[in-house]
């Protein structure tokens, strides 16, 4: 299993970038998928996250401004990201809970994506 971000780049503060994050392999289901950032020198923090059901999830920094959205057939998220501002600059990661079959068992567990980066110049 391998997730696949895409997107991002350099915006001005206000303006608006897209990620997308696509999952392949021998899946059977993924559960929730999500984003997280990380900027330089502090901790990687949760940003947004959706289940299969719809359900979305926001970190209170980008509530009002981000949309995640995802497709169920395709296997991807996407996250919207309007409005930016200098502190939504780092480098974003895509997450998922994915399950695959052990056997005749689905078992699951968290994939990550490789980062890509978001700068927001001022």
């Known amino acids: 299993v391998q997730l696949q971000a895409s997107g991002g780049g350099l915006a001005q503060a206000g303006g608006s970038l897209s990620l997308s994050c696509a999952a392949s392999?021998?899946?059977?289901?993924?559960?929730?998928m999500g984003w997280y950032r990380q900027a330089p020198g502090k901790q990687r923090e949760f940003v947004a996250s959706i289940i299969s059901g719809g359900t979305t999830l926001y970190a209170d920094s980008v509530k009002g401004r981000f949309i995640i959205s995802r497709d169920n057939a395709k296997n991807t998220t996407y996250l919207q990201m309007n409005k930016l501002k200098f502190e939504d600059t780092g480098v974003y990661y895509c997450?998922?809970?994915?399950?695959?079959?052990?056997?005749?068992?689905?078992?699951?567990?968290?994939?990550w994506g490789q980062g890509t980066q978001v700068t927001v110049s001022s």
């Open positions: 997450v998922a809970a994915i399950a695959t079959m052990i056997g005749s068992t689905p078992m699951a567990q968290d994939y």
């Open positions: 392999g021998s899946i059977f289901s993924i559960n929730v």
